[in-house]
């Protein structure tokens, strides 16, 4: 392996670990490091010639730091490419090299992405990938256990639960969780109550104030009269049953049943 | 250590990055990757288009070829397609796997379809542009400016259509001006073009021309077609290929007619001109006028050959091309003046100038020449060689009478008919004079029958039909029964089907001297039609109209049908308007249906333009009309096996709630598919096993409609069940069908002709079996063996086109489920096997040809056999009834003699003694005849063993021969020392044959058509003599 590699990875990994990471530096030497292991043939190696231990490992902490830097600054769409990117080396290339210690944090992080944004699919999908013995360590019994309140509407549990997150980059996805969280409710909400009061409503939404409310309010375009929060926006456009043309065909297969008979 | 990716999802990450060299990398990792992870792949498939459509990323070729395969993966070939082309380099023609073979085949079949699109458009814009030039040339005096812009644009167009492809530029001009227009050709892809072309030259260079010509002519590319003609070593055989496939496969009328062109030009630059194939290509391109030019041309020429060529051509004009055409051409060839006597001076005997000699040469000539473009030479000869080689076994038939109750009126007609088929075309009614009393018992329409079967058996007796008609014929006063006269009329028609211009006359002046006698009218109206077949005649369909317009079920039925025979394919809109509008008013069910039948024959062949007309007719209310509609798909796409209305009959033939229109859609199957043969028993297979009588039914007559005379071993496989069917019409029809699929067929070659045989004998016979189902089985046993065993059933003439007499003989055919006297019609359809060869003159020399089977394979079946049968039975039965009374006197005797001798004895002992003795001797006898009969089969087989080993592997046939249908392949011509044929590949049909040694003298073929003077002396058995009975 070239020197350069091993350079441009320790700065890489240096500028990751700083406390606010400079965002274009970090990318732009990202960038570097990935053409240069395109280059090298390192980077999801093909199948046909052997591959050597020592390449995989080093391809996967350059990953796994990606991962890391992204979690930092808080770019999601790179979060989600970079644990695609990652997981091979996790899965398929991972077989054969000593397990990482960092993988249950991402494959963790990767979980609570996929919960914050309600793709409960893909998040069962994920779990089933990750060994069973590991579904007790913190980094992912968390995740199942916001799984299990969200199922069951707990959303209040959720909250206290969230105040002690296993580590402290998931900081980032928790907030994530709240806010969708609070557009479930809000969405609940709008089409259960005609109107509210700010309190309760505060209470609901999980805010901080009522001043909260009442920006929400605006945007939503809620009236607010006496202290009682209105929805007017009830959804109009139901479906409508489509009168014609169901009762078209049916006197259509009449029509045809009274001949074959 | 080696690792199996189990997911792609990181490389598809890599797409996301912002750097352009590792969107590169990625796509290079997914092109290796994607035949196992186009699943995966497909989900970011927009990334990939993404990329290709970004204009700055370098390897935009790269993603094309990836989104191609994907796509391929999921089966969207069209998109597939379309990035492979987008691909360019990447995307290599040579390759020979899957996918790239996929992809081929797939941009052919795009190419195909859109030159099939384009050219469409073209011709159509072009027709419209030469209207509009049209318009213009006479308003073009006022401005000349106009006339030059005009005249550009022509030439432009002239240009662009010889080689509209070979030039792009000119091309994309025409293209713009067609802009101008506003109406747009889609263009192809001139990648794709890229494509085709490089498969072309690949072809090329593997020497697999037929191929690249299949694809050439498919693809519209005219100058490709050309350029292989050109290129391959052997032009002849090249020139003949491609007209027999796009004679055969070129469904556009114009673009045949312009690939002909083409094959025209290409066959008059070559060094020996083949006229027969010349003229060919100009009666398919409806060149009356070139074709006359040229006939003219080869009479008029010295050598032998060029005449008999012209006989040849216009044999094979007559076989093909409608009464219209041949009609047109008549007229169009020059009407020599007759040369004067030679004045008589002072008692020398005047000799003609040589000039004279010539032009009188010329104008013998020129009178055979339209003889046989009027058909009289060919219906004359046919009529010849069935009369000539007539193998009817006519013991069968009377095995078959013997065994059927002659008080059973529909059974006796059921006789005569099948006598009529047996014997059509062979002028021998000796069946019938034997049975002249047995005849006169037969009444009604019967009789009616019965007469009409006299023109069966003179069909095409074009000079004595009167003469044999004239007892029967109305004579105007009084006369005898009116069903015999209907019938003569009937007859009459038969006789002259297709040539009816001497008799038409006649019948009309019939159809008006009846006083409205509507058997009379009724004959006379079939007949009138069959004379006057598609001839169109205003006046006398007034005529028919007339008879229509009287309300009488019987006459307007056989109305109807006439008015449908007279329009036949001239999709007459006020005939058919007038025809519908009576079938709304009239009340009569018979009228209907022959209204409408009727209707479907005027949109004979009409295809596309008969679509409205059929969805009106089966929307009607009236199931007959919608019977009617079933009939019209079946006239109007005969032959074609469009695919749109075989879909309708299929849903039809399932869904309508009238079994009548259900069996119609179905044999209507049989007239859409008769080309294919093969493919219809795959077709009715499920409907043969319908629940519904009527589609049984209707399943076999298409069957034997479509595999008549080929022993189609599928389709007989179908049938025999339905023989054996629970409901005796279904039988009745599966029993006629098989008669029609093995016709001509002998037990060497099927042995399931002598079981159907049997079986036909043994329905006959059966006193329990419905009378529907011996109906059937006697038309089979008619149908096997008809015409004297020299026919077969078909619709398409030997050059593959169709036949249109026969396809409406069938249809009427087919209707002979409401009305029995409309079988005869089957007759249209019949055609003789027959290798006719003729010399200059137009006379049979003798001539033989060699077949290289067996003679036994393709043998007429032996009559001989059943004989014995029939004579054998008899003898025994009058040997033992006989024998038995012998012995009783004999008994009688020695019982007076004991009596005598010995009185004391009892008389009961003595009985029993006798009784004894008498089995005694019966069965002493009947061992006896077991062991004659045992030593005759050994014989028998003996003989047959013997004659195997002996049998030779050649037979040689004597002009003129029946060569069935399957012994074609099996004759060459090397054989005769004199007489060689003048078309190469005629192995069939009518022959001319180029006299080697044209000093010697010729002998001719004796030909005898006497038809009363020619009775065979059939053995009879003879009758037992009387005997008194007795009881024991």
New interface residues.
């Given amino acids: 392996m070239e020197e350069q590699l091993f350079k441009l990875s320790k700065e890489f990994k240096f500028q990751v670990e700083q406390k606010q990471p400079d965002s274009v530096a970090c990318k732009k030497l990202l960038t570097k490091l990935k053409i240069a292991m395109a280059e090298e043939g390192i980077l999801f190696p093909g199948t046909d010639f052997p591959l050597d231990p020592k390449n995989i490992v080093f391809t996967r902490d350059v990953l796994e730091l990606a991962v890391i830097m992204s979690v930092k600054l808080e770019d999601m769409d790179l979060f989600e490419r970079q644990v695609s990117q990652v997981k091979p080396y996790y899965f398929d290339y991972g077989t054969e090299i000593k397990k990482s210690e960092n993988e249950l944090l991402i494959l963790g992080m990767n979980l609570l992405y996929l919960l914050s944004l309600n793709r409960i699919g893909e998040f069962h999908t994920e779990l089933e990938l990750i060994e069973f013995e590991s579904r007790s360590n913190p980094f992912i019994k968390f995740n199942l256990q916001v799984e299990e309140l969200l199922l069951d509407g707990n959303y209040l549990g959720i909250q206290t639960i969230c105040e002690k997150p296993p580590s402290d980059l998931y900081s980032v996805f928790v907030s994530r969780l709240k806010l969708s969280i609070q557009e479930l409710i809000l969405d609940c909400t709008n089409k259960s109550y005609k109107s509210l009061d700010l309190k309760t409503a505060k209470d609901l939404f999980m805010m901080e104030s009522i001043e909260e409310v009442k920006e929400m309010a605006k945007t939503n375009n809620w009236r607010i009269v006496d202290n009682k929060l209105f929805f007017e926006n009830l959804d109009e456009d139901e479906e409508k049953i489509p009168t014609n043309k169901v009762i078209r065909e049916i006197i259509g297969y009449a029509k045809e049943l009274e001949k074959i008979i | 250590?080696?690792?199996?990716?189990?997911?792609a999802?990181?490389?598809?990450?890599?797409l996301?990055?912002?750097?352009n060299?590792?969107k590169t990398?990625a796509l290079r990792?997914l092109d290796?990757l994607v035949d196992q992870f186009w699943a995966e792949i497909s989900d970011s498939i927009g990334k990939i288009e993404a990329l290709y459509e970004d204009e700055e990323f370098p390897s935009r070729t790269l993603a094309a070829i990836v989104a191609s395969k994907v796509y391929y993966h999921l089966g969207f070939l069209d998109d597939s397609l379309l990035f492979a082309l987008g691909a360019g380099q990447l995307f290599d023609v040579s390759q020979r796997d899957e996918f790239t073979r996929t992809l081929i085949s797939k941009s052919f079949n795009d190419y195909i379809e859109k030159r099939n699109v384009i050219t469409e458009e073209e011709h159509l814009l072009k027709l419209k542009k030469q209207e509009e030039e049209k318009n213009k040339k006479q308003s073009i005096f006022n401005d000349e400016e106009e006339e030059e812009e005009d005249s550009e644009l022509e030439n432009m167009l002239i240009d662009s259509d010889e080689d509209s492809e070979q030039d792009e530029g000119l091309y994309e001009t025409k293209n713009e001006k067609i802009m101008l227009e506003k109406t747009e050709i889609e263009e192809i892809d001139p990648r794709l073009e890229k494509i085709i072309n490089s498969v072309f030259r690949r072809c090329f260079l593997e020497k697999e021309f037929k191929e690249a010509l299949g694809i050439a002519i498919e693809a519209r590319r005219i100058d490709i077609i050309k350029e292989i003609i050109e290129m391959v070593e052997n032009p002849d055989e090249m020139l003949t290929y491609c007209l027999t496939i796009s004679r055969k496969y070129i469904q556009s009328r114009w673009y045949r007619q312009e690939v002909l062109t083409m094959l025209l030009e290409v066959y008059e630059t070559r060094p020996e001109l083949d006229y027969i194939n010349i003229c060919d290509i100009l009666l398919f391109l409806n060149d009356v006028e070139r074709l006359s030019e040229i006939l003219n041309d080869l009479i008029l020429e010295k050598t032998k050959e060029s005449h008999l060529i012209a006989c040849q051509i216009g044999f094979d004009l007559y076989e093909n091309a409608s009464q219209h055409f041949l009609h047109e051409l008549t007229l169009l060839l020059p009407d020599p003046i007759p040369v004067n006597k030679p004045v008589e001076k002072d008692g020398i005997v005047a000799e003609y100038s040589p000039m004279e000699q010539k032009r009188l040469e010329y104008i013998k000539k020129m009178d055979q020449l339209k003889s046989i473009l009027s058909g009289r030479t060919t219906i004359n000869l046919h009529l010849q060689f069935l009369n000539r080689n007539n193998k009817t076994d006519l013991q069968n038939l009377i095995r078959l009478k013997e065994k059927t109750d002659s008080r059973h009126s529909l059974l006796t007609s059921m006789i005569v008919m099948a006598h009529g088929l047996l014997n059509c075309g062979t002028t021998s009614d000796v069946f019938l004079r034997d049975n002249l009393g047995w005849l006169a018992n037969i009444s009604n329409w019967s009789k009616f029958c019965s007469t009409a079967s006299l023109g069966l058996i003179h069909k095409g007796h074009l000079d004595k039909g009167f003469d044999v008609l004239e007892p029967y014929l109305p004579q105007g006063s009084g006369g005898s029964s009116p069903y015999s006269e209907g019938g003569s009329l009937y007859a009459l028609g038969l006789i002259n089907t297709n040539h009816g211009e001497e008799v038409t006359p006649f019948l009309l002046e019939a159809l008006k001297n009846c006083q409205r006698n509507n058997i009379i009218q009724h004959g006379a109206c079939l007949g009138i039609g069959l004379s006057s077949m598609a001839v169109g005649d205003m006046q006398i369909y007034e005529e028919l109209r007339g008879v229509l317009y009287n309300d009488d079920a019987v006459a307007g039925e056989a109305a109807g049908i006439a008015m449908g025979l007279l329009m036949l394919g001239t999709g007459n809109g006020k005939a058919i308007q007038e025809m519908w509008n009576y079938a709304h008013q009239t009340e009569h069910e018979k009228i209907i249906r022959g209204v409408s039948v009727g209707i479907s024959l005027i949109m004979y062949g009409k295809e596309q333009e008969a679509e409205g007309l059929i969805e009106q007719l089966s929307s009607d209310k009236d199931s007959i009309l919608r019977y009617g509609a079933m009939f019209t798909i079946a006239m109007a796409y005969a032959g074609t096996s469009n695919e749109k209305a075989l879909k309708k009959l299929l849903h039809v033939a399932v869904?309508?709630?009238n079994d009548d229109v259900r069996r119609a859609a179905v044999i209507a199957i049989g007239f859409l598919l008769f080309k294919e043969p093969k493919q219809v028993p795959k077709t009715l297979s499920l409907l043969a096993k319908s629940y519904n009588n009527s589609v049984r039914f209707g399943a076999a007559m298409a069957l034997g409609i479509t595999c008549a005379g080929t022993a189609n071993k599928d389709a007989l496989e179908l049938l025999e069940p339905l023989t054996k069917d629970l409901n005796n019409i279904v039988r009745q029809g599966a029993l006629i069908a098989t008669g029609m699929v093995l016709m001509q067929f002998n037990e060497k070659q099927e042995p399931k002709v002598s079981k159907i045989k049997d079986q036909f004998y043994e329905i006959v016979s059966d006193k329990y079996e419905h009378k529907m189902t011996k109906m059937g089985a006697i038309l089979g046993a008619g149908l096997i063996d008809a015409g004297g065993r020299n026919v077969t059933i078909s619709m398409q003439t030997t050059t593959g086109e169709n036949d249109m007499a026969a396809i409406v003989g069938l249809a009427i055919f087919s209707q002979y489920w409401f009305w029995h006297p409309l079988t005869y019609f089957i007759s249209l359809a019949f055609q003789p096997t027959a290798l006719i060869g003729l010399n200059k003159d137009l006379n049979m020399p003798k001539f033989v040809v060699k077949s290289n089977a067996k003679p036994s394979v393709f043998a007429y079946p032996s009559p001989l056999v059943e004989v014995k049968k029939v004579e054998k039975k008899v003898e025994t039965a009058v040997l033992s009834v006989t024998k038995k009374e012998q012995r009783r006197q004999e008994e009688k005797a020695e019982k007076k003699k004991l009596e005598k001798d010995n009185s004391e004895m009892d008389s009961e002992e003595v009985d029993e003694k006798k009784k004894e003795e008498n089995k005694k001797i019966i069965e002493e006898e009947e061992s006896t005849e077991n062991e004659k009969e045992k030593e005759k089969e050994k014989e028998k087989e003996e003989e047959k063993e013997k004659e195997e080993e002996k049998e030779p592997k050649e037979e040689i046939l004597e002009n003129p021969t029946r060569i069935t249908l399957d012994q074609r392949k099996y004759i060459t011509f090397d054989v005769d020392p004199r007489y060689k044929p003048v078309k190469e590949s005629a192995k069939f049909g009518i022959v001319m044959l180029l006299d080697t040694k044209p000093d010697e003298t010729e002998e001719l073929v004796e030909i005898s058509l006497d038809t009363t003077e020619k009775k065979e002396e059939e053995k009879e058995p003879e009758p037992p003599e009387p005997f008194e009975y007795f009881s024991d």
Avoid: F, R
């Fill in positions: 250590m080696s690792v199996v990716l189990s997911t999802s990181g490389i598809i990450a890599l996301d990055e912002p750097d060299d590792l990398y990792k290796s869904s309508d709630v």
